[in-house]
């Protein structure tokens, strides 16, 4: 199964009335269109400061690689190419608290689909209408827990007396 985080947009209310269409779903680790397609992966999310600072590192470290020659600098592409795609959704993430998004929620599911899904149903379990009673099945939640049965006093815990008791 894989971790995704979900944020919600800053709301009157606050998240839990923010507008399920708002929400936003992000993957935790490696995203394989950001390590397969960085540029237009970058263009379609609107990431125009992370795009502009991608272009300006691919240009320099293959101008660094022109200058030097030998196998390093295009391993040196590689590499940065590899840690993009790894923090990738951390940089979308950080684009949405920007926008003031705040995570309010952890969702796992082997597809994004299903995080959502279990996201959702999660939400609305915890949250219900203050016109629905509760189910029959749970406790009231006002009522206090059941006083623990009343114990037997003695005058030997094990093989100690108790505190309250003189030795003999």
């Known amino acids: ?16 009335l923010a507008d399920p269409q708002s929400v936003v779903v992000i993957k ?9 397609f960085p540029l237009p992966w970058l263009l379609y999310l609107h990431m125009w400061l992370a795009l502009i600072a991608y272009v300006v590192i691919v240009v320099a470290l293959s101008a660094l690689g022109e200058f030097l020659g030998g196998p390093l600098p295009p391993l040196a592409v590689a590499a940065f190419h590899l840690l993009f795609a790894l923090e990738a959704n951390q940089l979308r993430r950080r684009g949405y608290e920007r926008l003031g998004y705040r995570i309010v929620g952890i969702a796992m599911g082997d597809t994004l689909e299903e995080a959502e899904i279990r996201y959702f149903a999660g939400r609305e379990a915890t949250h219900q209408s203050p016109q629905e009673p509760p189910p029959a099945s749970s406790p009231d939640p006002v009522q206090p827990p059941p006083a623990p049965p009343p114990t037997t006093t003695s005058d030997v815990i094990g093989l100690f007396p108790a505190p309250e008791s003189s030795p003999r």
Do not use: I, N
């Open 1 to 16: 199964m894989k971790v995704y985080t979900v944020q919600s947009p800053p709301t009157a209310g606050g998240p839990d």
């Open 28 to 36: 935790e680790g490696l995203s394989w269109p950001a390590l397969l």
